[in-house]
């Protein structure tokens, strides 16, 4: 999927907008299994549609789940989980890591494959937790996708030992399918430290609010077998995705607001709030959502751990690379399984404009630079769009390959940017 580059505009002056967001990706994945797993149906108002979502919901729909347009919402009825099926996890990690547990569930084969990407990201622990709860799975011995699941309509649970320090997913695949277990599951972490802590916390809530029975302590999450309550998901706006619309507001010493923030969430991108105010926005929630303000005057740089927000990663990282002092930002060793080697792209692609980005061993150092114009890769990872768009309100000419893959969660987002830039 590539379309030709797009020139990332300017801000002609400083932003003043009211930007509504899509929802959230990760709760809009989470909600789908969760209702194709349960006893009754299910509505997911306000879902999003994104490359992401609409390839969960194909998925679960070849498994013998309906899930029916109703005016943006979607209405999920649970159905016999059956194969044979194949299904396509494009480069979803919500997608490869929380389906073969629900895949292991079916009766049948289930085939899983992705883009070529998808078979380098890490996917080997969760294949072997699936195998000692007692599932059956074809890899070919690669430890990674393509492979099948041989489903036998069950699947035994019980206690289970992983390293998911690769990434969270792994766990909470594990976690979402655990009550329809035949004794649930016990998963302990070892290893690494698990990233990405809130992914985590949503798993546990989403599960407990459709009735779930969930104990958790230091790396380990207990889930007993039992019924899933059919429910109402209304999904918050993907506050992810907020980064690069607050981030314009700083860069520009400008205003941007977010509507319906929740006031409490289990989502990462709330630690905007935190990490924008630090960079020296003001940073105000309210009855009319979240409003952040940059003072015109310039902003300093970030020094922050990021390993439980990794995935706001892209978009500080290219805010810092216009701040007036050095950022470092740590704690995100395992964003190299993502998208794409985001150390990496991010390394090449903004020192190709003349900025002064070194990697690290778990991170980034960002010395802002005067930035020149040219062509932005983009490694088929949406952020690195996001990323672009920011880097490009202050310097011009930059062009962004393949912005069409920013569809992986956030189809409009070119003309979302663009309406945030007119004037009012
Ligand atoms: O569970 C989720 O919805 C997600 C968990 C995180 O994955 P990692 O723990 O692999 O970083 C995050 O980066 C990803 O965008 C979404
Ligand atoms: C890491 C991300 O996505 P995925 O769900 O594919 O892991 C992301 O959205 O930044």
Redesign the pocket.
């Known amino acids: 999927m590539s379309s030709p580059h797009w020139l990332a505009p300017v801000a002609p002056a400083p932003v003043d907008a009211t930007v509504t967001l899509p929802g959230s990706?990760?709760m809009t994945?989470?909600a789908l299994v969760l209702a194709a797993l349960a006893g009754g149906p299910s509505r997911l108002v306000r879902p999003l549609r994104s490359r992401d979502t609409d390839l969960m919901a194909a998925a679960l729909r070849a498994l013998g789940t309906e899930i029916a347009e109703d005016g943006g919402d979607w209405r999920v009825v649970t159905g016999e989980l059956r194969g044979p099926a194949r299904a396509d996890t494009g480069l979803a990690?919500?997608v490869m890591?929380?389906l073969p547990p629900v895949a292991a569930l079916a009766s049948g084969e289930v085939a899983i494959d992705g883009d070529p990407r998808a078979r380098e990201r890490?996917m080997g622990p969760i294949i072997t937790a699936l195998r000692a709860l007692g599932a059956e799975i074809d890899d070919g011995g690669r430890g990674a996708l393509p492979f099948t699941v041989r489903g036998t309509g069950a699947v035994q649970g019980g206690r289970v030992t992983i390293d998911?320090s690769?990434?969270?997913?792994?766990v909470?695949g594990l976690l979402l399918a655990a009550p329809r277990f035949d004794k649930g599951v016990e998963v302990r972490h070892e290893g690494p430290p698990?990233?990405?802590a809130p992914?985590?916390a949503?798993?546990v809530h989403m599960l407990r609010e459709a009735g779930a029975s969930v104990e958790t302590d230091r790396d380990l999450w207990r889930v007993a077998p039992g019924p899933l309550r059919g429910r109402e998901w209304a999904i918050e706006p993907d506050l992810?995705n907020a980064a690069q619309f607050l981030g314009a507001a700083l860069v520009t010493g400008g205003r941007v607001t977010v509507p319906g923030w929740p006031a409490e969430t289990t989502q990462?991108g709330d630690a905007l709030r935190g990490l924008l105010a630090a960079m020296g926005a003001e940073v105000s929630l309210g009855p009319d959502g979240l409003t952040v303000r940059g003072s015109g005057g310039g902003f300093s740089g970030l020094d922050a751990d990021l390993h439980e927000v990794?995935?706001l990663t892209p978009v500080l990282a290219a805010i810092a690379a216009l701040a007036d002092s050095p950022s470092r930002l740590t704690g995100i060793a395992?964003?190299r399984?993502?998208e794409t080697d985001r150390l990496a792209a991010l390394v090449t692609e903004i020192n190709g404009l003349g900025g002064d980005v070194r990697e690290l061993p778990d991170g980034l150092e960002i010395r802002p630079r005067p930035l020149r114009g040219g062509v932005f890769r983009t490694y088929d990872d949406h952020r690195m769009v996001m990323a672009a768009a920011v880097l490009g309100l202050a310097v011009p000419g930059i062009e962004v390959e393949n912005p069409g893959t920013v569809g992986k969660t956030l189809p409009n987002f070119t003309e979302s940017w663009a309406s945030m830039l007119a004037p009012a």
């Open positions: 990706k990760s994945n989470r990690g919500t890591r929380f890490p998911a690769g990434s969270s997913q792994l909470s698990v990233p990405s992914h985590l949503m798993t992810s990462p990794g995935e395992h964003l399984g993502h």
